[in-house]
């Protein structure tokens, strides 16, 4: 395990400027002559305005970035957003909408009239797209977990124009982790007001690109719905599941308190880590629903209290589901470590915050179809490839219990990846990922989910970002291909930022290509062929 007591770490969360025109990289080693496409990334980029400092990871305004291959050549270039939080930040010069973790406070120059009626006119949600970038249709669209997202363009990178997911559908956001179908279907999850006012989550589907140019956005509706556990207060999700029939999703005890959110927030001066609490007594409850025609199963599956960001990979086999998972121990809320204080802290202090915070675990549950296949009190799993259990109960629930796919003390394997677009929903071996180090990114993994083996690639001093994987067309393996990722050595010299090529198989470098920029941290992304 690399250490890192020169703190290189924290020049990943300071901002930097956009750029007016793509830049050449200079590369080393030899690009696959198929590797012809755009790496897409989101990310904060800009962790002030003026005087006034975001406090949270999630509140630094939305930056995009694009690696563009061709021809063994390669360029950068990046573009903050145009999006509402940042014009009106510009022009203000100050924080005008509240994000995550900052609170946006009235303008101190108009008069105490105009300041308390600004304070009554409700919420300004954030539009800052800075999470993730998906394509619906044939458009390409920058993402965060509101009901905003922005279209932009692929290739200038320009802010095309603001969406509002309400407009078409009852959901209060959506989570910036869609599932998209080969054919370009895309589904996701927000939470909405279901029947007599009471909380649910909607599963939402976007069809693909439409005859005649219509948007598809258009012609999107509601799929199916999950309950909530609790009427008032939904549970926050960040990703679900999804085989080739069915939906799963995971209610952790990491809840919105929506009262607190509608009330303090007009007069308080709130923001949304404010609106977070955690319940202790509910454990972790995962819902089942069938994908055609969209209908909840009410069988009532619990587990002992994690909260999970980011879902690897779903699949049925036999008549059961197999759902792989980044999970985080216990109920503190993982969010309340990433404010830029802590992370921006000296080595020895980064690893003290850690030790306090949740542990980190790949797990693997897996959820049987029909739960009286056994006596109660037996163990339902008969897959022989899996120590994962389910267990009817007398009061009618279904007690799981995980197989543990990794697990290292404050080593998180996070921000998986798969061969996607082969092996989504399906039975599948490798998984990707980024290896956080006390929350601080500093290696690529690859775990095998059935051996359990493990590769990593990590130099000292270097801070890359989650690694997407792109299938070799002519690939006779599920690994046959490569990872790209972006590596920022804050020490070096020149070269202080470059777009890292893996061998898929073994996490040897193929290539890189050094730009002599600085590249602040990012989130997720796309590879765009």
Avoid at 438 to 452: A, E, G, Q, T, W
Wanted: proline residues 6%.
């Amino acid at each position: 395990i690399i250490e890192h007591p020169a703190g290189g770490y924290k020049r990943i969360f300071e901002s930097c400027e956009e750029l007016a025109e793509p830049i050449p990289a200079h590369v080393t080693g030899v690009i696959p002559a198929w590797l012809n496409g755009s790496l897409l990334r989101l990310g904060p980029g800009l962790f002030e305005i003026g005087d006034e400092p975001f406090y949270h990871l999630f509140d630094g305004q939305a930056l995009m970035h694009k690696f563009d291959l061709k021809n063994g050549k390669v360029t950068y270039y990046r573009r903050f957003l145009r999006t509402d939080a940042y014009v009106r930040a510009m022009t203000e010069k100050r924080i005008v909408i509240t994000e995550f973790g900052t609170t946006a406070y009235p303008d101190p120059c108009k008069n105490i009239f105009s300041r308390f009626f600004t304070y009554f006119q409700g919420i300004e949600v954030t539009d800052n797209c800075l999470v993730n970038v998906y394509p619906i249709g044939e458009d390409f669209y920058a993402c965060t977990e509101t009901n905003f997202i922005t279209k932009v363009n692929p290739d200038t990178l320009e802010t095309v124009k603001k969406v509002d997911l309400c407009n078409y559908l009852s959901i209060n956001g959506a989570t910036a982790h869609p599932h998209i179908e080969q054919d370009g279907t895309v589904y996701n999850i927000g939470n909405c007001f279901g029947k007599n006012m009471s909380l649910a989550y909607n599963i939402i589907k976007i069809p693909p690109a439409q005859k005649g140019k219509s948007d598809p956005i258009e012609k999107s509706k509601v799929v199916v719905q999950f309950p909530s556990s609790e009427r008032f207060k939904p549970s926050y999700v960040h990703s679900f599941g999804k085989t080739e029939n069915y939906f799963v999703f995971i209610e952790t005890p990491i809840k919105i308190n929506l009262l607190k959110f509608l009330s303090l927030w007009s007069i308080m001066g709130t923001n949304y880590m404010d609106c977070f609490e955690t319940n202790d007594k509910m454990g972790t409850w995962f819902h089942l629903a069938t994908k055609h025609p969209g209908e909840y199963i009410d069988y009532k599956f619990r587990t002992s209290t994690f909260s999970v960001f980011h879902h690897i990979n779903c699949y049925e086999d036999q008549g059961f589901i197999v759902v792989d998972l980044c999970t985080w121990k216990g109920y503190d809320f993982v969010y309340n470590y990433l404010y830029l204080a802590n992370l921006k802290q000296n080595w020895e202090e980064v690893k003290k915050a850690a030790m306090r915070a949740p542990q980190p675990e790949v797990r693997r549950y897996v959820l049987p179809l029909d739960i009286y296949r056994e006596e109660p009190g037996k163990n339902l799993i008969s897959l022989s490839y899996t120590t994962a259990t389910a267990v009817l109960r007398s009061d009618g629930t279904i007690w799981l219990e995980p197989e543990v796919l990794f697990s290292a003390p404050r080593q998180a394997f996070e921000f998986p990846q798969i061969n996607y677009s082969k092996y989504s929903g399906k039975d599948y071996t490798f998984a990707y990922g980024l290896g956080l180090n006390h929350f601080i990114p500093d290696r690529i993994c690859k775990l095998n989910v059935k051996s359990k083996e493990t590769w990593v690639w990590d130099k000292p001093d270097s801070y890359p970002s989650e690694p997407l994987f792109v299938q070799n067309p002519d690939a006779q393996n599920e690994d046959d291909g490569v990872l790209l990722t972006i590596v920022v050595n804050p020490g070096a010299s020149k070269h202080p930022a470059y777009l890292l090529i893996l061998n898929a198989r073994d996490l040897t470098e193929i290539a890189r290509a050094e730009v002599d920029v600085i590249i602040p941290v990012t989130l997720h992304g796309m590879y765009k062929a």
